[in-house]
């Protein structure tokens, strides 16, 4: 299906979809920060680095650095863990922590979107960092730092049978650093290539960059915004702000 934005649908629009009174419309942001970007490129999400993405569907796993954050434990006792499976259609699911002992999820999943903290001991959030990977301390995916609650991350796999409609960007550096930052897309279809949509120059500056005519990113594309820095331990922090539309 196809839909307009904007225009005769009205400012309302927005707040209907956010309201669940759009049929096959969801809205959607993606926070993704990197507190310590060097003169490299690298992803803009907490773990920093370059995540590379798995080529196939994997078990995963999760886990704490903390003890206390477990079922019983003064930190996180509980979160949801959205995924895409082996055919990138969307899944989640509750897992009770473990502390420092690993908790394998239910199935396999080709790709990972967000941890988010549901319960809480005394502390009210997560005491250690969280990091979710491949079974067997194989390659991390999200990591949900201390304190934190939630994992940031610039990564975003469109699911199976959608269309993403990206409507905005947002991008922030702190006073006294900068950065180089790029977006970054590759297509879901075989041996697809890696493309990187412009640069953009900050300077302790913060741009808000609207996209008038949505962007379209189709089914199974993988988005993740990258960046580098002429400082060693540069903060690059972004907001996209998209509609997810069932094809």
């Given amino acids: 299906m196809t839909i307009g934005i904007g225009g005769k649908l009205g400012s309302n629009f927005f707040l209907?979809?956010?309201?669940?009174n759009i049929n096959n419309v969801t809205s959607g942001v993606i926070i993704g920060k990197n507190p310590d970007v060097g003169t490299e490129f690298e992803d803009v999400c907490d773990s920093g680095g370059i995540?590379?993405?798995?080529?196939?569907?994997?078990?995963?796993?999760?886990?704490?650095?903390?003890?206390?954050?477990?079922?019983?434990?003064?930190?996180?006792?509980?979160?949801?863990?959205?995924?895409?499976?082996?055919?990138f259609n969307q899944e989640e699911q509750v897992v009770t922590m473990n502390g420092?002992?690993?908790?394998?999820?239910?199935?396999?999943?080709?790709?990972?979107?967000?941890?988010?903290g549901i319960t809480a001991g005394s502390n009210g959030t997560n005491v250690g960092e969280i990091t979710l990977s491949v079974t067997g301390g194989g390659t991390a995916l999200e990591v949900m730092l201390p304190g934190n609650g939630v994992s940031n991350s610039s990564h975003f796999t469109v699911p199976a049978d959608h269309t993403l409609f990206a409507l905005s960007?947002?991008?922030?550096?702190?006073?006294?650093?900068?950065?180089?930052?790029?977006?970054?897309?590759?297509?879901?279809?075989?041996?697809?290539?890696t493309l990187t949509i412009g640069e953009l120059d900050l300077?302790?500056?913060?741009?808000?960059?609207?996209?008038?005519?949505?962007?379209?990113?189709?089914?199974?594309?993988?988005?993740?915004?990258?960046?580098?820095?002429?400082n060693e331990s540069a903060s690059v922090t972004m907001i996209e702000e998209f509609l997810l539309v069932k094809d």
């Fill in 100 to 116: 420092t002992t690993p908790v394998t999820l239910t199935g396999t999943h080709i790709r990972t979107r967000i941890i988010l």
């Fill in 16 to 20: 209907e979809v956010a309201r669940g």
């Fill in 203 to 230: 300077y302790q500056s913060l741009e808000d960059l609207p996209v008038f005519a949505p962007l379209p990113i189709a089914e199974k594309t993988d988005i993740k915004l990258q960046a580098k820095s002429n």
């Fill in 51 to 87: 995540i590379q993405l798995p080529s196939a569907a994997e078990n995963l796993e999760i886990v704490s650095d903390s003890a206390n954050d477990t079922s019983a434990g003064t930190g996180m006792r509980t979160v949801l863990v959205r995924t895409l499976d082996t055919d």
């Fill in 169 to 193: 960007f947002n991008f922030s550096c702190p006073k006294n650093q900068d950065a180089l930052i790029r977006l970054v897309l590759r297509s879901g279809i075989p041996d697809a290539a």
